[in-house]
């Protein structure tokens, strides 16, 4: 049968659990739902799916939930020995180089982001100049992460909308 689906959650890798959480609820506003822990690799039923995911000889991990305002949930995992690539936007390649969040305060959520150690990629953007205040910018997380803002839903950004 097919229908939308909703999205359930996103995973992110950081270098520094404690960190990426300050940094989550202080500049997002996110909130924790399950505070940081550590995943050992063993025959519990954490342990042999996280097996199946990464294979055998992972070792451990430490892992922290949090979830928007629409509930969306931020997984954030810190692997031991995890690298920063030298280039984190490798637009080019398969897989997801970004994630985006809303605020009709796009100014002052990059003032946030880049005062928290994250930093502005790009001026922000008019959509349709003259038309519609649809308004967006690129900025990376003070862990590499490329997160996009948007001054409105998604929807009314790309649809007829209301405007």
């Known amino acids: 049968m097919r229908y939308p689906r909703t999205f359930s959650h996103i995973g992110l890798s ?3 659990l404690e960190q990426a959480v300050k940094f989550y609820t202080e500049v997002m506003g996110w ?3 399950m505070e940081p822990a ?3 690799e063993d025959d519990s039923a954490i ?3 996280c097996t199946d995911v990464f294979g055998k000889g992972w070792g451990k991990f430490r892992i922290a939930h949090l979830a928007t305002g629409d509930k969306i949930g931020i997984e954030l995992f810190e692997f031991p020995e ?3 690539p030298e280039n984190n936007f490798v637009y080019w390649k398969t897989g997801i180089f970004h994630y985006c969040v809303q605020d009709p305060d796009v100014e002052g959520l990059v003032e946030k982001i880049v005062e928290h150690g994250g930093k502005q990629r790009m001026p922000i953007r008019e959509y349709y100049p003259g038309e519609k205040p649809y308004r967006m ?3 990376e997380d003070p862990f590499g992460n490329l997160v996009e ?3 409105h839903s998604y929807e009314l950004t790309y649809s007829e909308g209301a405007y």
């Open 14 to 16: 950081v270098p520094n």
């Open 31 to 33: 909130y924790v739902i």
């Open 38 to 40: 550590e995943v050992v």
């Open 47 to 49: 342990g042999v799916m």
């Open 82 to 84: 995890n690298e920063k």
């Open 137 to 139: 910018v690129y900025c």
């Open 149 to 151: 803002i948007y001054s």
